[in-house]
């Protein structure tokens, strides 16, 4: 249910709405006052011209030497600031990348994990659109595998009774039962 501030301002004209902005725009904003009130207050006391001036006066202290060397620092801690948020923007988006990458394996987990209703004859899997596939069909479709056929020596016994099974050391067994539990 949307608020009142939401719903009141639904009817009035853009230029009347409010104005929603972004992170990097408050931010943007935020330092462009500061800058604003820097200069305010270095304008009205006059704080760099009156730094100079006491560095004139006290130039044994060398503090314009140190304003320098403090000019590089903070310099130096700005750029390393910007390295480190291009380098957590990188790692981010690495890790969207994974996110995306886990949810969809955790899919397809999901996805097998399911009850499979499948023919106790012919082994085909019915999909949940009622249309009946072959098992390989299935799996190829709601998985990554790929498959190669071959025939097991039980159905090459079957299928070619005439021919003798070349000799790979692979016997059929001496009753179906043995074959369904290996």
Known sequence: MPSKATASSEFLPKAVQPLRLGPAAWEAIIVISLAIAVYLLSSKYDLLEKFVE???EHEERELDEFLMVGLFFLLY???LALRKQHALKKANLSLLQSNQELRQAIDEVHELRRIIPICARCKKVREDDGYWHMVDDYLRRHTSLKFTHGICPECF??????LKLPDAGLEPPADSSQAENV
């Open 77 to 79: 801690l700005i750029f």
């Open 54 to 56: 006491f560095s004139r």
């Open 157 to 162: 016994a079957i299928l070619y009774p005439d």
